[in-house]
């Protein structure tokens, strides 16, 4: 209620300062963006958001560079500490083998036939009777176990046993912020998880701002009988008890619900998911920020102007209403998208957020915290992070709203 | 302004009878009845337990039958049976009720009493050393996920430190205690669940009361009276102060309507024996008659809240007046 | 910024810190426990959390021992055809067993008056009664009639309506006391759950007299603790430790840390995951603390249901290609630190039925080569994509559990990689408990693959999950759990005759064979055996897990602290 006054006497101001702003020296917008460096909590908001953006846009390419994957485990290597350097388990060592020699059977061979030549000081620890898919396995094992044999074979030139050992070499990983219960890096995990918790943020931030700029506007410029019944329905959604609701919802079997089922048995299921119950339950105080500002404009004289003058009713919603109720808007999405982020972690914290393997900060922290005494890293990674995000979220917004509102341009 | 109180009322009773209806039918799309989990555990009931079972449970009924059924009951002043405890849900519903009240009132009310002074001052000092830490503070508290500020709490007071219990409402088993002594234990146990919901609170009221506040001290008058030389008078704040009310009151009318909804994530972190926990235990059960009590206390709560926040606008404003 | 930075670094030596190290008397044991529990009512009760409490104030008429022996309670001898207790008669052509028992002379209720065959006659009535919400009715069902003798009401007999050999195995045949509840039943019991409303176990909880057990209620508060004294009118040797707390902590990680900060001395089966008693079992034993992690193999089975309607699963070699590349040697020594074992069927290795005799049960070797070249014969081929095809379509299948449960969810993501390696693509779907087996399980809705466990007992024939009649299916009102759709006429005949045969080695050899043709035919993915989980205070004797689901509360007056 007292929002929606406040935004509109906010909004009265910026048009003001526009009308006048032939006279002033400085733009609107350069207004704005003086006002918005001003604030540094809001500056380092924005660097902050900046950065994880763009990692968890470029998770990809930091997992091509590292070599690392989000979902590769390795069972017997869980719970390493941050700063760790591991050799694979035999058990994985086994499997690059196997997918050595099923891409490329001719190595397999190749060095089987060097190896039968090589004289047995070299290799009678060697089993030929094995087949091409099972004697690299066997090998591997052998120079595990044997440190004279890999000494010997070593000092041999056949490139092909050459490029075995090199493969060998390559068969550890430093794990900078150790690993998880599967034995899968945190780091690259974390880097993923950006991409989802802020995806997930933005998204349900944009959707319920839609949805709230639509049912806003439709009500605040039609009023009357459709103004009730839309402000009924909204004030109805905000009594009711926020988190036992999504809970519900978070129950409810999508293959009923008729526009989700297309996301159905996706592996994305749960994301999506997550974003259509969040926004069913942010866009209320979007759409009556969006109501009281066109209640307010749609009284001035441009748009009288333009309505005598026969414009339709969508132009004036779009060309003349929403360009004003844009400002306050985009402040309120900012912060609708920390809260997201809030939310998310929340529901993953009951089990009802985004299904493994799918890394998000929400689950990471959710499956970490009754092992915070044995891995504290696992647990305090993701809240810190989430913490950082949400904490710029909220002050770039704060930030954006001292700029747009012109009352700050005053002080 | 008497008549429309009373139209208010009248409608919120209609609203209220709407939104039951919604929560029970949303209850009802949830997929499964009480009685699946049952079965599937065990291997051993057969199909006629289940029909059995089914009639005794009246979820052989369509839903609005079974709505229909419970609505006159309620008001009949019947509140019903709870499936998960096998108690009336007066009994399980009433002190956690209580407790939910204490957690959240006390919470509500130390956060209001530090939060608003330190509002004012930050506002007063807009740039200070002061206003930016509190500042940061206020972000930090709304930005900190609710259960990880309530694991590190517990590790830090009650494991390492040993200052609190873990988790818990009072002490049990002990000898029962009386007057003081009670007070005293249960305020020991409440103070980890209290502090950990303050945080966010205090950073929500802190924000509020330093932006109303500006919003004030940037108003004309106020303006004109530091211009005119009237540095610090005290009764040009104090009429700041009153105006900055006005926004405030929603903010705190509506955290007030949540005092009995509780807090499922405290709670449940700190085994806090209040309503939150209850809810979402019996909406994960199946509990209808637990759960809709629960959804009705707090909607009625939110549309009273609502209506109290209009008349108090009324009283601080009297330029505002209601027909 | 920085502050942030100081409060994360200064929590580091935090979190190392904490040793455990206390010791309680016999004065009181504090237990935690992550479940709910409701009123105490022993017929009606649902919460494995409430059996658990119950077991320490009430006891029944026979129990299965931690060694898996049957055993009389309340009653002097456990009644078999071999000591002449039950004996096999023909009436009108059908074959039906009488069984005589004798309550023990001491056994009593709380109040005084004594455990009689009058109490045991009035439970059978109460639950078979139309308007009282019993989940299993068969224990009580299978008698036919009570007789109690009148000269010695300690004294009555059981009459089955048909002769099986598992008759006497009655742990689950709950006992009220007679002088107490009549009144409530006779006044409330015609109307829906008016006996449930009104039992004096939901009115007034904490009277001695509706207690048989070592232990008595003192206090009871729902959702939050009971507290039991000891009982001085019960039959065998009085308890040792003067008060135990039960006390629910629905948090796990609270739970730890109560048990940490000294709220707690004792956490109860129903309370660590297996990954959280694993690393607290670790930094017990290296501090040298005066709390131990207790692991027993149990009975419960987790599986990976097979949906054989889906058309690749119908190919029985695709089903031995999924079983056959993965290692559950490895799954169980990675994951759960060799604390619980691999499960070749369904029958657990602590149940007599047990056989891993590769004469008798198919077992599977660990071989991703033999996967392979039954996926090959499949007609499956490797694409250039990691993942196999034929006829255009990628062999793939959706593998669905219950959100929420750690374990299964680490497991699922262990599969899931297991199964890329040789070709196999894996989507996984979780659901919330109540949608899973509401639904997903329950009607057999599942696309590929479910994964869940059967919570057993020992020597429980398989009819509801192996039988072909047990397959789901709206005209049955999805009542069975043979959520595969598994049919084999040959084991539903086999079922079908292990309830009739009474020489013990027969019927295991029956049950051999009904192994067979389940692990033959694959409709199932045997993955492991659970274990039960519980830390207690080293002083603490006399205390053993027993891996089933009659708990350790079923012998607590052997309980000390020493």
Same mark, same amino acid.
């Given at each position: 209620?007292?929002?929606e ?9 910026i048009k003001?300062?526009k009308?006048s702003?032939?006279t002033?020296?400085k733009?609107m917008s350069?207004i704005?963006f003086s006002?918005f460096?001003e604030h540094k909590f809001?500056?380092a908001?924005?660097?902050?958001i900046t950065?994880?953006?763009?990692i968890?846009i470029f998770a ?8 690392l994957?989000?979902n ?9 500490p941050?700063l760790?350097t ?5 058990d994985?060592?086994?499997y690059e083998?196997e997918?050595l020699s099923?891409?490329?059977p001719l190595?397999?061979d190749?060095?089987k036939?060097?190896l039968?030549?090589a ?10 009777s094995?087949?091409?898919d099972e004697f ?6 052998l120079?595990?176990?044997?440190p004279?044999?890999l000494?010997k074979?070593?000092t ?5 046993i050459q ?6 070499e ?10 998880d219960?599967l034995?899968r890096?945190?780091l ?12 997930v ?7 319920s701002?839609i ?9 605040g410029?039609y009023?009357g ?8 329905v909204?004030?109805s959604?905000?009594?009711?008890p926020?988190?036992p609701?999504l ?6 079997d999508l293959k ?7 996301f159905?048995?996706?592996e994305?299921?749960?994301v999506?998911k997550l974003?259509a119950?969040?926004?069913l339950?942010s866009?209320?105080t979007? @759409?009556?920020l969006v ?6 404009i ?7 102007a @333009?309505?005598?003058?026969g414009a339709r009713d969508h132009?004036?919603?779009?060309k003349?209403i ?8 985009l ?6 998208i920390g809260?997201?982020i809030?939310s998310?972690?929340?529901l993953?914290?009951?089990?009802l957020?985004?299904?493994p393997p799918?890394?998000?900060?929400g689950n ?5 915290q ?9 647990a ?7 913490l950082?995000v949400?904490i710029?979220?909220?002050f770039?917004?704060?930030?954006l709203?001292d700029?747009v509102?012109?009352?700050?341009i005053?002080? | 302004?008497?008549n ?8 919120m009773?209609?609203?209220l009878i709407?939104?039951s209806?919604v929560?029970y039918?949303?209850m009802?799309?949830m ?9 599937s555990?065990n291997p051993?009931?057969?199909?006629e ?5 089914k009639a005794?449970?009246?979820l052989?009924q369509p839903m ?7 609505l006159?009951?309620?008001l009949?002043?019947d509140?019903?049976y709870?499936?998960t405890?096998?108690?009336?849900t007066?009994?399980?519903?009433v002190?956690?009720?209580f407790?939910t009240?204490v957690l959240?009132?006390?919470?509500l009310i130390l956060?209001l *009493?530090i ?9 007063l ?9 509190t500042?940061l503070l206020?972000f ?5 996920p609710s259960?990880?500020?309530a694991i590190?709490l ?5 494991v390492w430190?040993e200052?609190?219990?873990?988790g818990g409402?009072e002490s049990?088993g ?5 007057g *003081? ?9 409440l103070v980890l669940p209290?502090v950990?919901? *303050?945080v ?10 330093r932006?109303? *506040? ?7 008058y ?5 211009a005119?030389g009237?540095?610090?008078n005290k ?6 102060l009153k105006?900055a009310l006005i926004p405030?009151?929603t903010?705190?009318?509506i ?5 009995f ?6 709670e449940?972190i ?14 994960m059960?199946?509990d ?5 009590i629960?959804f009705?206390i707090s909607?009625?709560m939110v549309?009273i809240m609502?209506l109290v926040a209009?008349?108090l ?6 330029r505002i007046?209601y027909? | 910024m920085?502050?942030y930075?100081l409060?994360?670094?200064m929590?580091?030596?935090l979190?190392?810190h904490?040793a455990?190290s206390?010791?309680?008397s016999n004065?009181?044991?504090k &237990?935690?426990?992550t479940?709910?529990f409701?009123?105490m009512?022993?017929i009606i009760?649902q ?14 008429l026979v129990v299965?021992?931690e060694k898996?022996k049957?055993i009389p309670?309340l009653?002097?001898?456990?009644p078999?055809?071999?000591?002449g207790l039950?004996?096999?008669?023909t009436?009108k052509?059908?074959k039906k067993i009488?069984?005589q028992w004798?309550?023990k002379d ?7 008056t ?7 006659e009035?439970s059978h009535k109460?639950?078979?009664?139309k308007n ?5 009715t068969?224990?009580y069902a299978q008698?036919e009639?009570i007789i ?8 009555f007999t ?8 598992s008759?006497?195995q009655?742990?689950?045949?709950q ?11 006779d006044?409330f ?6 006996? =449930?409303?009104n039992?004096?176990?939901?009115v007034n909880?904490?009277?001695p007299?509706?207690y ?11 959702g939050s603790?009971?507290?039991l004294v000891?009982?001085?009118t019960f039959?065998g040797?009085a308890p040792?430790?003067?008060k135990?707390?039960?006390k ?8 730890e840390?109560?048990l940490?900060s000294g709220?707690?001395?004792m &956490?109860s089966?129903?309370g660590?995951?297996l990954?959280?008693? &694993?690393?607290l079992?670790?930094k017990?034993k290296?501090e040298k603390?005066s ?7 149990g009975?419960i089975?987790?599986?990976i249901?097979l ?9 029985i070699?695709v089903?031995k290609a999924l079983?056959?590349s993965i290692?559950?040697q ?7 630190e ?7 069927h369904n029958?657990a290795?602590i149940?007599?039925w047990f ?5 008798k049960v198919?077992v599977?070797?660990y =071989?991703?080569?033999k ?6 014969k499949?007609?499956w081929?490797?694409?250039k994509?990691?993942y196999?095809h034929?006829d255009?379509?990628?062999?793939g ?12 969810e680490?497991v699922e993501?262990?599969?899931q ?15 919330p408990p109540r949608?899973y087996?509401g639904?997903t399980?329950?009607?057999s809705k599942?696309?590929?693959m479910a994964m869940f466990?059967?919570i057993s007992s020992?020597e429980?024939?398989p ?11 709206d005209k049955?009102?999805?009542s069975g ?5 598994w049919?084999?006429?040959s084991v539903?005949?086999?079922i079908?005759?292990i309830d ?7 019927r295991?050899?029956l049950?051999h064979?009904v192994l067979?043709?389940y692990?033959?035919?694959v409709p199932? &993915? ?6 039960d989980i519980s ?5 603490l004797?006399g205390?053993?897990?027993?891996g089933?689901q009659?708990?350790s509360?079923n012998?607590?007056e052997?309980?000390e602290l020493k």
């Amino acid at each position: 209620m007292s929002t929606e006054v406040l935004n509109s006497a906010q909004m009265n101001r910026i048009k003001d300062s526009k009308d006048s702003s032939a006279t002033d020296s400085k733009s609107m917008s350069q207004i704005v963006f003086s006002q918005f460096i001003e604030h540094k909590f809001a500056l380092a908001g924005l660097f902050t958001i900046t950065v994880f953006m763009l990692i968890g846009i470029f998770a990809p390419v930091i997992s091509g560079l590292t070599g690392l994957d989000p979902n590769v485990q390795d069972v017997f290597n869980r719970y390493k500490p941050a700063l760790s350097t591991i050799s694979y388990s035999s058990d994985r060592m086994d499997y690059e083998m196997e997918k050595l020699s099923d891409q490329n059977p001719l190595i397999s061979d190749k060095i089987k036939t060097y190896l039968q030549s090589a004289g047995p000081a070299i290799n009678s620890e060697v089993d030929f009777s094995l087949s091409t898919d099972e004697f690299l396995v066997d090998l591997n094992g052998l120079l595990n176990e044997e440190p004279e044999i890999l000494e010997k074979f070593k000092t041999l030139k056949n490139p092909e046993i050459q490029r075995l050992l090199k493969l060998r070499e390559s068969f550890k990983t430093t794990h900078l912020l150790g690993t998880d219960e599967l034995g899968r890096d945190v780091l690259i995990r974390l880097v993923y998880g950006t991409r989802v918790s802020i995806g997930v943020g933005l998204l349900v931030a944009f959707a319920s701002a839609i949805i709230g700029l639509f049912i806003g506007s439709l009500a605040g410029y039609y009023g009357g009988v459709i103004d009730t019944l839309l402000m009924r329905v909204t004030d109805s959604l905000l009594s009711l008890p926020l988190l036992p609701v999504l809970i519900i919802f978070a129950a409810v079997d999508l293959k009923k619900v008729p526009l989700l089922n297309f996301f159905e048995g996706s592996e994305q299921e749960s994301v999506f998911k997550l974003i259509a119950i969040l926004c069913l339950f942010s866009w209320m105080t979007v @759409a009556r920020l969006v109501r009281g500002s066109i209640l307010s404009i749609k009284e001035q004289e441009f748009i009288q102007a @333009a309505k005598t003058l026969g414009a339709r009713d969508h132009i004036i919603i779009i060309k003349h209403i929403i360009p004003n109720v844009i400002a306050p808007l985009l402040v309120s999405v900012t912060l609708n998208i920390g809260n997201s982020i809030l939310s998310e972690a929340a529901l993953g914290f009951l089990g009802l957020g985004i299904q493994p393997p799918i890394p998000s900060w929400g689950n990471m922290l959710n499956n970490a915290q009754e092992l915070i005494y044995r891995a504290p890293l696992l647990a305090i990674l993701p809240g810190f992070l989430i913490l950082v995000v949400v904490i710029s979220f909220n002050f770039f917004g704060d930030g954006l709203q001292d700029a747009v509102d012109p009352k700050s341009i005053r002080r | 302004m008497g008549n429309y109180i009373t139209r208010r009322l009248f409608q919120m009773v209609l609203v209220l009878i709407l939104l039951s209806f919604v929560c029970y039918g949303l209850m009802s799309l949830m997929p499964g009845d009480p009685l699946d989990i049952m079965i599937s555990s065990n291997p051993k009931i057969t199909s006629e337990d289940i029909v059995r079972l089914k009639a005794v449970y009246g979820l052989d009924q369509p839903m609005y039958m079974r709505y229909w059924a419970w609505l006159t009951d309620i008001l009949s002043g019947d509140f019903g049976y709870s499936r998960t405890y096998k108690v009336p849900t007066t009994t399980i519903l009433v002190p956690r009720l209580f407790n939910t009240f204490v957690l959240t009132m006390t919470a509500l009310i130390l956060s209001l *009493m530090i939060s608003i002074p330190i509002g004012i001052i930050s506002a007063l000092k807009k740039g200070s050393k002061f206003d930016y830490f509190t500042n940061l503070l206020a972000f930090a508290g709304i930005s900190i996920p609710s259960f990880f500020l309530a694991i590190i709490l517990i590790i830090i007071f009650a494991v390492w430190l040993e200052w609190f219990p873990a988790g818990g409402t009072e002490s049990v088993g002990e000898a029962s205690l009386t007057g *003081m002594a009670y007070a005293k234990d249960r305020i020991h146990y409440l103070v980890l669940p209290v502090v950990s919901l *303050m945080v966010l609170q205090i950073g929500t009221f802190v924000r509020y009361t330093r932006s109303a *506040m500006m919003e004030v001290l940037g108003q004309d008058y106020i303006r004109t009276a530091r211009a005119k030389g009237i540095k610090q008078n005290k009764i040009v704040y104090l009429h700041a102060l009153k105006n900055a009310l006005i926004p405030l009151i929603t903010v705190i009318s509506i955290s007030f309507s949540f005092i009995f909804s509780g807090a499922i994530i405290t709670e449940t972190i700190f085994a806090y024996q209040g309503v939150g926990r209850l809810v979402y235990d019996s909406i994960m059960g199946n509990d209808y008659n637990v759960a809709m009590i629960a959804f009705i206390i707090s909607i009625a709560m939110v549309l009273i809240m609502n209506l109290v926040a209009d008349i108090l606008y009324a009283v601080v404003d009297p330029r505002i007046s209601y027909k | 910024m920085k502050n942030y930075l100081l409060i994360l670094l200064m929590m580091f030596p935090l979190l190392s810190h904490s040793a455990i190290s206390r010791k309680p008397s016999n004065n009181v044991l504090k &237990i935690g426990m992550t479940q709910e529990f409701e009123n105490m009512n022993p017929i009606i009760k649902q919460m494995m959390a409430t059996s658990y409490i119950y077991e320490m104030v009430g006891r029944t008429l026979v129990v299965l021992d931690e060694k898996g022996k049957w055993i009389p309670q309340l009653v002097k001898k456990y009644p078999t055809l071999e000591n002449g207790l039950a004996k096999m008669y023909t009436e009108k052509g059908v074959k039906k067993i009488k069984v005589q028992w004798e309550m023990k002379d001491l056994a009593s209720w709380g109040d005084g008056t004594p455990v009689t065959g009058y109490d045991v006659e009035f439970s059978h009535k109460i639950a078979l009664s139309k308007n009282i919400s019993v989940g299993e009715t068969e224990v009580y069902a299978q008698v036919e009639k009570i007789i109690v003798d009148k000269k010695n009401p300690k004294k009555f007999t059981f009459i089955y309506e048909k002769a099986k050999w598992s008759f006497n195995q009655l742990a689950t045949f709950q006992i009220v006391p007679k002088h107490l509840e009549s009144a409530v039943f006779d006044k409330f019991g015609k109307d829906k759950e008016g006996y =449930s409303k009104n039992s004096i176990y939901s009115v007034n909880p904490t009277h001695p007299g509706l207690y048989n057990g070592p232990y008595k209620i003192q206090e009871i508060k729902l959702g939050s603790h009971v507290t039991l004294v000891p009982n001085p009118t019960f039959y065998g040797k009085a308890p040792k430790i003067q008060k135990i707390i039960l006390k629910l902590i629905p948090n796990t990680g609270t739970l730890e840390a109560n048990l940490r900060s000294g709220n707690i001395d004792m &956490i109860s089966i129903l309370g660590l995951t297996l990954d959280q008693a &694993i690393s607290l079992d670790k930094k017990l034993k290296k501090e040298k603390s005066s709390h131990r992690v207790n692991f027993k193999q149990g009975l419960i089975y987790e599986h990976i249901d097979l949906q054989l309607s889906n058309p690749i699963l119908k190919d029985i070699n695709v089903r031995k290609a999924l079983v056959h590349s993965i290692n559950r040697q490895k799954l169980t020594q990675a994951l759960f630190e060799g604390k619980q074992t691999p499960a070749l069927h369904n029958v657990a290795p602590i149940d007599t039925w047990f056989t891993k005799d590769p004469k008798k049960v198919v077992v599977y070797k660990y =071989s991703r080569r033999k996967a392979k070249k039954l996926l090959d014969k499949a007609g499956w081929k490797m694409g250039k994509d990691g993942y196999r095809h034929k006829d255009g379509k990628k062999l793939g299948f959706q593998l669905m559990t219950t959100s929420g449960n750690k374990l299964r969810e680490l497991v699922e993501v262990y599969l899931q990689e297991e199964w890329k390696k040789i070709g196999v693509e894996i989507s996984i779907k979780n659901e919330p408990p109540r949608v899973y087996f509401g639904e997903t399980v329950k009607k057999s809705k599942f696309p590929a693959m479910a994964m869940f466990a059967w919570i057993s007992s020992p020597e429980n024939t398989p009819r509801s999950t192996f039988h072909s009649k047990s397959i789901p299916t709206d005209k049955n009102g999805y009542s069975g759990q043979n959520a595969p759709r598994w049919k084999n006429k040959s084991v539903d005949k086999l079922i079908d005759e292990i309830d009739v045969t009474f020489d013990s080695d027969k019927r295991k050899e029956l049950v051999h064979k009904v192994l067979y043709h389940y692990t033959n035919e694959v409709p199932v &993915i045997p993955l492991y055996y659970r274990s039960d989980i519980s830390v207690t205070p080293k002083n603490l004797v006399g205390y053993k897990l027993t891996g089933h689901q009659f708990s350790s509360g079923n012998h607590v007056e052997g309980w000390e602290l020493k």
